[in-house]
């Protein structure tokens, strides 16, 4: 089975800081998505990597970077966490080369106070 | 971003009971998916569907791509209390490659009554 595993299950930040958010697959897919989840609007794109090194701005990319570069990991990085940053944030690897979908990580909650 | 109207927002059941929900969206979708999230997890994959018309199921949940390519449908028949969870539909342009970004539905919450 698919594994993907993200950092923290929970996390607590203050705004202005900077937050790294980790997403770890061993299926060894090309593709890999950071999405955040926010009630009544369900999963939003915020970065996606075609391959290491690649990425690719989704639907919300202000105020989030990424990096890529091995390719079992992406981060999805805060340069600096504002409070309406506070949601779900969702990891998903898929494999390209195949008819096969996104697998979902548990997600971080993270709260910017 | 694009989004798919999703509905209803939410549902509360009996057990027993059978579900149905559904996805439409203004543009033509080659897939559609139906993921299942349980508190505090991430979406889980139920069923994938890949023609139009097309009827698939996976125990107690059947699905369908609808025949003009823009809507979905996902039925639960015998609701149990694990059925509990938000589903979301989702849907994408393209068969598969690099283009493989999905759209999500909104999600529909459901809550099934002991």
């Known amino acids: 089975d698919v594994k993907v595993t993200q950092s923290s299950r929970y996390l607590v930040k203050r705004t202005g800081e900077k937050v790294f958010l980790e997403c770890v697959q061993d299926m060894d897919h090309e593709n890999m998505f950071w999405y955040r989840q926010d009630p009544g609007l369900g999963l939003r794109l915020i970065y996606f990597?075609?391959?290491?090194?690649?990425?690719e701005k989704g639907d919300i990319p202000e105020g989030y970077s990424v990096s890529r570069e091995k390719k079992e990991r992406f981060s999805l990085i805060l340069e600096s966490a504002s409070t309406n940053q506070t949601s779900m944030y969702l990891c998903?690897?898929?494999?390209?080369?195949?008819?096969?979908?996104?697998?979902f990580g548990p997600g971080t909650r993270l709260t910017v106070t | 971003g694009q989004q798919l109207n999703q509905s209803p927002q939410s549902m509360f059941i009996q057990e027993g009971e059978d579900v149905s929900m559904n996805c439409t969206s203004s543009?033509?979708?080659?897939?559609w998916l139906w993921y299942k999230q349980d508190p505090g997890e991430g979406p889980v994959l139920l069923i994938a569907l890949y023609k139009a018309g097309e009827l698939t199921s996976n125990g107690r949940l059947t699905a369908q791509f609808g025949i003009t390519r823009k809507d979905s449908f996902l039925n639960i028949s015998a609701s149990i209390p694990s059925d509990v969870g938000i589903y979301f539909c989702a849907g994408r342009a393209s068969l598969g490659g690099a283009t493989n970004k999905l759209i999500f539905g909104t999600g529909t919450l459901l809550a099934v009554q002991p």
């Open positions: 543009s033509i979708f080659n897939t």
């Open positions: 990597s075609y391959d290491v090194k690649m990425k």
């Open positions: 998903a690897s898929r494999d390209p080369g195949q008819v096969s979908e996104q697998y």
